[in-house]
């Protein structure tokens, strides 16, 4: 257990007032958690880091938590999700990280079980700003003496802010790779396409991973901020009203990354045909140019005995002049209607 517990403690009327001497030793958690309920003012939270369900025994023994809630938190790969069950709320949340070096988003899992006077969090991955939300709680004990709801909501704002500047770094991103496309020469030509056409289908793989993440949130937030779900009181309602005003603003541009991603890769398709038939205006423009001395010479090269010029002595160098004004004409005709 030393290696999966991360945090354990106990918190009254909103203040840290300590938690088990050895944080992997949870011996003394059943005299904490039980001296908590019978105040009515205290909870225990602890942390966990992806445990193995031998290590994460005892925690889910000790809270009561539902075997179906901790065989999702165990195995991960959850979407987001609301599960109510008779005594604990089981929260999964899907933080995520933007790496600006590969220009990558990825997302790790978040799970909260919030009970009667407990708070268990479940943490799969990196992004997850349990740390930082932990500290910013513990230095402001209006919040934190609500209880278990305000370490959700806590983490849910963070989360979800966090979402909203992943958003825009992703908008960033897409205006380079927008500028890119609609240059002047935008796209390039050969294996210049290629890889302009993987970047637009490697950043819609980023933005799919983005709305995997944030899309599927909206509905739990939409509860939380509804009545009829236990361990939320009423006055809770109105702070996850605000993060999933938050949320529904995220999911509109992320679903507008997404659109402006399929109009640009429909563009760069665009582009890559106009220069495709440009390219075939000009093949054809000089196949004609060389078709036309091809012909006179072919006639003049069939040998027969009886032809027209053949005695004349100027006859090879009047073909020469007629074969290039009839090439310089189709030049000029073709260069006028930009076909060259």
Same mark, same amino acid.
């Given at each position: ?13 909103? *203040? ?14 059943? &005299? ?22 031998? /290590? ?68 799969? =991955? ?49 205006? /380079? ?10 796209? =390039? ?15 819609? *793989?980023? #933005? ?20 009829? #779900? ?19 603003? #995220?999911?509109?541009? #992320? ?14 398709? &665009?582009?890559?045909?106009? *220069? ?32 027209? /010029? ?31």
């Amino acid at each position: 257990m030393r290696t999966v517990i991360v945090d354990c403690a106990v918190y009254r009327d909103g *203040r840290r007032t300590g938690g088990p001497a050895d944080p992997a030793d949870l011996t003394d958690l059943p &005299a904490a958690l039980a001296l908590c309920r019978a105040g009515g003012d205290a909870f225990v939270w602890i942390g966990v880091l992806e445990p193995t369900e031998d /290590e994460f025994h005892l925690v889910s023994v000790e809270f009561g938590l539902h075997p179906l809630a901790v065989e999702d938190a165990l195995r991960a790969h959850q979407r987001p999700k609301l599960d109510v069950y008779d005594d604990s709320l089981f929260v999964v949340l899907k933080p995520v990280v933007y790496e600006p070096e590969g220009d990558t988003v990825s997302s790790g899992e978040l799970m909260l079980f919030i009970g009667d006077s407990f708070v268990v969090t479940v943490r799969h =991955g990196e992004g997850a700003p349990l740390a930082a939300v932990r500290r910013r709680l513990e230095g402001d004990p209006e919040v934190l003496r609500h209880g278990p709801v305000a370490v959700l909501y806590a983490v849910s704002d963070a989360v979800v802010d966090h979402y909203i500047e992943v958003a825009g770094e992703l908008q960033v991103d897409l205006e /380079e790779l927008e500028a890119e496309v609609f240059a002047p020469a935008g796209g =390039g030509t050969g294996p210049a396409v290629r890889l302009t056409a993987a970047r637009i289908y490697g950043f819609k *793989r980023q #933005v799919l991973e983005f709305r995997r993440a944030a899309g599927p949130l909206a509905e739990p937030m939409d509860r939380l901020e509804s009545a009829g #779900v236990p361990f939320v009181p009423e006055r809770a309602r109105f702070f996850f009203r605000d993060v999933a005003d938050h949320l529904t603003r #995220v999911n509109e541009q #992320v679903d507008g990354l997404d659109r402006l991603l399929s109009d640009i890769f429909a563009a760069h398709l &665009a582009q890559q045909g106009v *220069r495709q038939n440009d390219d075939m205006r000009k093949i054809s423009a000089w196949a004609a140019m060389a078709a036309v001395p091809t012909l006179v010479a072919g006639i003049y090269g069939m040998n027969f005995a009886h032809m027209p /010029e053949l005695g004349w002595v100027g006859g090879y160098p009047a073909v020469l002049v007629l074969m290039a004004t009839a090439v310089y004409g189709l030049h000029r005709l073709f260069k006028r209607r930009g076909w060259m």
